[in-house]
């Protein structure tokens, strides 16, 4: 729909949607707002397969405030080069996946879910493409996939005891895991964020193109596993993994030190 001017449309009865597509299709674009009256929720129901909600790549940058009940895995991507799609609403993942961007569909912009308490459950997330923001929002999901040219950025960041957080592409965040193994894949960037960043699981690099542990400033980054191993057979001699700090950051090993293995 052609929008003349930023529009809100707000939901004022339950609503159930497989696939929602937001966004202005005209030459000038003006956003769209989706908010809601009351206690109704909007929810993402598209069956066995996934839900779906897409930002036109005609769009200004839209804005979800209505609060999201998940009934289906869900995959969440804009096609507007440069803009941002904001959810600024809880997300009750009921126990259903999140992918940033798909294998038929990249993200061109950021997904920014901004709300206080961004998730109600502990939802796996990928990121398969573009960024995702939690902005400095305390978030809390089962596992972190972020894959390779994608990134992610959060405020504190907690990853559940029986999670992993899997690193193909960049991840800036003041994160805390619980038992979880980190495993980084090649040329991985990992950046404290405002606070200290503690990892307490264990850390396993899969070797590759190189990848960076570093602080932020003052703030620092502990690894707090026993095991650190990091394969590097991978047929070369360069670097594999640096790990370093900027101005006066610092990386602690806090139990255990490090292990090569190839």
């Known amino acids: 729909f052609d929008l003349t001017a930023a529009r809100i449309v707000t939901i004022d009865t339950a609503v159930s949607l497989g696939t929602l597509k937001i966004g202005d299709s005209g030459p000038t674009a003006f956003a769209y707002t989706l908010a809601r009256s009351g206690s109704f929720t909007l929810t993402m129901d598209n069956g066995a397969s996934h839900a779906v909600i897409e930002e036109s790549a005609t769009s200004a940058g839209g804005s979800i405030s209505a609060p999201l009940s998940l009934n289906s895995d869900l995959d969440i991507y804009s096609l507007a080069t440069g803009k ?33 308490t961004p998730f109600n459950g502990t939802p796996a997330i990928t990121v398969n493409s573009g960024i995702l923001s939690l902005n400095t929002r305390t978030g809390s999901v089962t596992s972190l996939v972020v894959n390779s040219g994608a990134s992610a950025t959060a405020g504190s960041f907690v990853i559940g005891a029986s999670g992993a957080l899997t690193l193909n592409g960049s991840f800036s965040s003041s994160f805390t895991t619980g038992t979880s193994v980190m495993t980084l894949g090649s040329g991985v960037l990992i950046t404290a964020g405002s606070v200290a960043s503690v990892l307490n699981g264990d850390v396993t690099y899969t070797g590759g193109a190189g990848a960076t542990i570093t602080g932020n400033g003052t703030r620092t980054i502990d690894l707090n596993g026993a095991v650190r191993t990091f394969d590097v057979a991978d047929g070369n001699d360069t670097v594999d993994l640096t790990i370093g700090s900027t101005s006066s950051s610092t990386v602690n090993f806090i139990d255990g030190g490090i292990n090569k293995t190839g």
Do not use: K
């Not at 941002?84 to 950021?110: C, M, R, V």
């Open 84 to 116: 941002t799609l904001e959810i600024s609403s809880t997300i009750a993942a009921n126990n259903h996946a999140i992918s940033i961007g798909t294998a038929t569909a990249t993200n061109l912009g950021t997904v920014r879910i901004d709300a206080s």
